[in-house]
């Protein structure tokens, strides 16, 4: 802006120069080569002249040129100092001057909308969170209070069924019994890990090694089904900073929605890689597919599309890949399966890996 006023001054003042320049010039020849008096007022009438029109000439420069520059100036100033109610007021001028006041003008109007839309996002954020933080109070609460009353409803399936033969009809019901007891023990410590997770535990370790934990689990509870989950593990893998329960209970919960995804046989492929300092790990599976509309709503909080659950698994599994400073991602096709991808930092040249399978 600076260079803009000393450009203006350098074009305003040279006209007014010229003409100055050149009047005195004419004055100083006819003064030496003209004697008559008559002819010596007359050049110093046309000199006067001269003098008023440069005088008018940077008048109207100031007018015209100066002062709209020294009122962007200011402007600008407020502008920075974070007032974006301003403007100029020579906007309406039908000149090279104008057409930049206008263009400053409306540059700082999108400046002012865009504040005001951030703004009412912050707003909606804020409220959003001190909503979630509140149910995860309530939640929490009321898990606190369920918790022991069914602590005390499992003792008294177990004592029940010892009572009875082992051949008995009533040991399949209570089995089914023993299983919503589960179901609702799980659920109860979803709601409790929402709504006041631990703190992390950062070590050192091999990222391939936590999920193949997490493989080895899920392929317990696949059982009889005709379900195969492959497993890539590369070599030479490094060490990532992480915290393994927490990730493995990541892996774990992708596992269990793809095992869930699929209504008869069908296959699952964890495999892991490098890419750009990155040590990601994807689960993909040949299941249902998640529909287009749904899918952006995934990892919110107690949504869920399922007959069953809380909705919190995905909601839990983003927060604790954030933490980690990582990175989760979904791509899914109704009909063809769903992937997700999960990247996690590491410090260090990109390694030189070979995959083998597991």
């Known amino acids: ?29 006819a003064t030496l080569s003209l004697e008559s008096t008559a002819r010596h007022r007359v050049l110093l009438v046309a000199a006067g002249g001269a003098l008023a029109i440069s005088a008018v000439l940077l008048v109207v ?43 400053f003008n409306e540059m700082v109007r999108e400046l002012r909308e865009n504040r005001a839309e951030i703004e009412s996002l912050h707003r909606t954020q804020m409220s959003r969170a001190e909503h979630l933080a509140s149910l995860g109070e309530i939640a929490a609460g009321i898990a606190h209070e369920v918790r022991n009353p069914l602590a005390g409803i499992a003792g008294a399936v177990e004592l029940i069924g010892q009572q009875w033969p082992a051949g008995s009809s009533h040991r399949e019901i209570l089995q089914e019994v023993r299983k919503e007891v589960q179901r609702i023990q799980l659920l109860l410590s979803d709601l409790l890990q929402y709504a006041r997770p631990r703190p992390l535990q950062f070590l050192r370790r091999d990222l391939g090694d936590t999920i193949e934990q997490a493989v080895l689990l899920a392929r ?23 915290d393994a329960a927490l990730i493995e209970q990541v ?21 892991m890689e490098i890419r750009d300092g990155l040590v990601g790990f994807q689960v993909a599976d040949s299941g249902r597919g998640i529909e ?16 069953h659950g ?21 791509t899914s096709r109704v009909g063809s399966g769903t992937e997700f991808s999960i990247w996690l930092p590491v410090a260090g040249a990109p390694v030189a890996v070979h995959a083998n399978s597991a």
């Open 251 to 271: 892996a774990l919960n992708l596992l269990v929605n793809a095992i869930q995804a699929m209504d008869q046989a069908g296959r699952i492929r964890v495999r």
């Open 292 to 307: 287009a509309d749904v899918l952006p709503n995934i990892f919110r909080p107690f949504f869920t599309t399922k007959g």
């Open 61 to 103: 420069l100031a007018v015209l040129i100066e002062r709209p520059l020294t009122e962007m100036k200011q402007t600008v100033a407020r502008v920075r100092a974070g007032d974006l109610s301003v403007g100029v007021s020579f906007a309406d001028h039908k000149d090279e001057i104008g057409e930049l006041g206008r263009n």
């Open 310 to 330: 809380t909705g919190l698994g995905l909601s839990l599994a983003k927060g604790i890949i954030e933490q980690h400073g990582g990175s989760i991602e979904v």
């Open 220 to 242: 317990r509870q696949v059982g009889q089904r005709p379900i195969q989950i492959e497993f890539t593990k590369p070599n030479g893998l490094p060490p990532v900073e992480h």
């Open 1 to 29: 802006m600076a260079s803009l006023f000393q450009n203006w001054r350098v074009k305003a003042v040279l006209p007014v120069a010229a003409v100055l320049g050149l009047g005195l010039l004419v004055f100083e020849a």
